[in-house]
């Protein structure tokens, strides 16, 4: 309320009260036992006075207040309105990745299953590559070591051979006929 709405309440109380009194002191004249106006006119008078009093000073602020209250608890309403239609979106979104969890799973799944293949072929070729590299190696090293026996083994039989021979020209052949021999050699070795 303005000020000028305020004094015009407070007008036709004061009157009221005035009239009140004047009602008291007419009735004092009849000598008979008659209620008390004046002194209830006066605890009105008061009671009026002290609320409009309270009302001019206090009577803002406590409108200001229950106003601000009204509308801080009208914002407070909006805002949970608010808060509580995101937390529905919030939940249905939720409500949808957790329906396309199997989907996903499953996805995933597939997708590591095929990481999987690709990578056991991989391996696979990788380890038939080393197995062909390490058959050619050991056919190489077979082959090498083949070559050195089977030169060992013609050192072996040469010497045996040689040997061989030895004894048996020894046997055969005396003193004299080797000395023929070796000059013969030396002849066709010489004139040739």
């Known amino acids: 309320m ?3 709405k305020q004094k015009g309440c407070i007008l036709p109380l004061a009157l009221a009260v005035i009239v009140m009194t004047a009602v008291d002191v007419f009735a004092e004249g009849g000598g008979a ?6 002194d209830f006119g006066w605890r009105v008078l008061n009671f009026v006075l002290f609320a409009g009093i309270l009302w001019y000073f206090a009577g803002v602020s406590a409108v200001k207040f229950f106003r601000g209250r ?4 009208r914002e407070t309403l909006d805002n949970l ?11 249905t979104a939720v409500e949808k990745r957790i329906a396309g969890l199997n989907g996903e799973r499953e996805a995933i799944l597939a997708e590591s299953r095929a990481q999987a293949e690709v990578l056991r072929q991989g391996i696979i070729e990788e380890a038939q ?13 077979v082959e090498n ?3 050195a ?21 020894a046997e055969k052949l005396d003193g004299a006929t080797h000395e023929k021999f ?9 004139l040739q």
Do not use: C, F, M, Y
């Not at 030169?151 to 040469?158: D, L, M, Q, T």
């Not at 070796?182 to 010489?190: C, D, F, H, Q, T």
């Open 145 to 147: 070591e083949g070559r």
């Open 182 to 190: 070796i000059a013969k050699s030396l002849n066709k070795v010489v």
């Open 149 to 169: 026996v089977l030169s060992e083994v013609r050192a072996v039989i040469a010497d045996e051979i040689v040997a061989a021979a030895q004894k048996v020209l």
């Open 81 to 91: 309105e608010e808060r509580r239609r995101k937390a529905s979106e919030g939940l």
């Open 33 to 38: 036992a008659a209620p008390r106006w004046a």
């Open 2 to 4: 303005s000020n000028g």
């Open 70 to 73: 009204r509308q801080g608890i």
């Open 129 to 141: 590559r080393q197995a062909a590299l390490i058959i050619e190696q050991a056919g190489h090293t």
